[in-house]
């Protein structure tokens, strides 16, 4: 019989329920039926021209070797420039870290801090990807049930109550997946402060900067230089499939991060980082604005409209572009309720159970990553569904 050894840290991982959704709806798509995509976290737009073409001319250029692990020093250079332009602050490009998506950071991050046992605390509902990363590690992710008093986000009391002396780290993630809410800048500074007073670190994903609609965009390296923060070209540059992110650390790290990123991936994809040179021109910003303005008014349609049918949205989502929205009113099994809806009208969405455990069963993400006549069309037919049931 064949050997079929596997680690049980990797039999461990728990998978995306919404995958099944997905394959649910790809069956329905090849059985001619429309299906309205809501639960995609990835721009529905293609990746601007400026950024397409300076990715095409690279190619061009023979720029197919290997970078230095850290990236090009031209992109580290060019992301220190954003972070003056946009919030006026200098960052040493030193700090700065090329990565394969914030993925690669969040990896990077973790690996970098976390030792087997030790455990690091995120919030539940989150980004679910984190507590998996931890395990791989033979760490352990603590979940916080947060809720909409806290703006779904870790607060420096919650975090002080869970602390403990395996606790390394704590993350957050602003805005937010899967709620979309903003965390307030005088929480987070709390929390620095807390979390620094124990010498831990606060890892603080920004990956939706850039896609915030009412609030002032800010990032945590206004308050502390102390932090890990991550942040990505997937989203508000929208380049989800280029594989390119980055991270500002403390400059103790540095070298560590270097060896690490050395022997884990080599070096961010070379193509791509070209490209997201281009990605933060300028130029490029007013197009990525105007689509950002997009998602704003997708947002301001899609959240009243979801309320009228009866869904209760605790928080108003500042923004990425997900909407976490209660159906209690309709079912506490979020997860069959959501397989219903696809099957009956179309509709997917995400159930609650992807993000966490607290309150699961009674939410759903919502993710505006479509056109408003789609998301029109789609609230109609949630309509129907929820008048036929
Ligand atoms: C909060 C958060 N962090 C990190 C990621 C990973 O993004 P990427 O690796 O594409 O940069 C995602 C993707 O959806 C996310 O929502």
């Known amino acids: 019989m064949t050997s079929r ?7 461990a991982l728990s998978p995306f329920h919404v995958m099944d959704i997905l394959a649910q709806a790809k069956a329905l798509s090849q059985q001619g039926r429309a299906v309205y995509h809501m639960e995609v976290g990835e721009p529905d737009f293609a990746t601007a021209k400026p950024i397409v073409e300076a990715g095409i001319e690279a190619l061009r250029q023979h720029q197919t070797h290997y970078t230095p692990a850290l990236g090009l020093p031209e992109l580290r250079h060019a992301i220190a420039e954003y972070y003056d332009r946009k919030f006026s602050l200098v960052i040493d490009p030193k700090r700065i870290i090329v990565t394969p998506g914030a993925s690669g950071a969040l990896q990077l991050a973790m690996i970098c801090l976390l030792d087997a046992g030790d455990n690091v605390l995120l919030a539940d509902p989150g980004y679910p990807c984190n507590k998996n990363i931890a395990r791989v590690l033979a760490a352990e992710a603590v979940a916080i049930p947060v809720t909409a008093e806290n703006y779904y986000q870790l607060d420096a009391r919650s975090v002080a109550q869970h602390w403990n002396s395996r606790t ?4 957050v993630a602003t805005p937010s997946n899967p ?5 307030p800048k005088a929480q987070l500074a709390a929390l620095l402060q807390f979390v620094e007073r124990k010498q831990g670190r606060l890892i603080v994903d920004e990956i939706y900067q850039g896609l915030v609609y009412e609030n002032d965009d800010y990032t945590a390296l206004e308050i502390s230089d102390e932090c890990f923060v991550i942040n990505s070209f997937s989203k508000y540059f929208g380049m989800t499939g280029w594989r390119i992110g980055w991270m500002v650390v403390p400059e103790f790290y540095v070298d560590t991060i270097d060896r ?4 884990i991936f080599l070096a961010p994809p070379t193509i791509s980082q070209h490209a997201a040179l281009t990605a933060l021109k300028k130029e490029t910003q007013v197009i990525l604005d105007a689509r950002r303005d997009e998602f704003k008014q997708r947002r301001d349609f899609l959240l009243p409209a979801l309320q009228q049918l009866g869904f209760d949205v605790a928080v108003k989502p500042q923004g990425a572009f997900y909407i976490y929205a209660s159906c209690e009113k309709f079912t506490d099994d979020s997860f069959n309720w959501v397989k219903k809806l696809l099957t009956e009208q179309g509709v997917a969405l995400t159930p609650g159970i992807d993000f966490g455990s607290h309150l699961a069963n009674k939410h759903c993400r919502f993710a ?6 789609k998301l029109q069309q789609a609230v109609d037919r949630i309509d129907a569904f929820i008048k036929n049931n």
């Open 260 to 263: 690490i990123a050395q022997n």
């Open 168 to 171: 390394r780290a704590a993350m």
């Open 5 to 11: 050894n596997q680690s049980r840290r990797s039999e």
């Open 368 to 373: 505006y990553t479509q056109s408003l006549e």
């Open 179 to 183: 709620t979309g809410t903003v965390l």
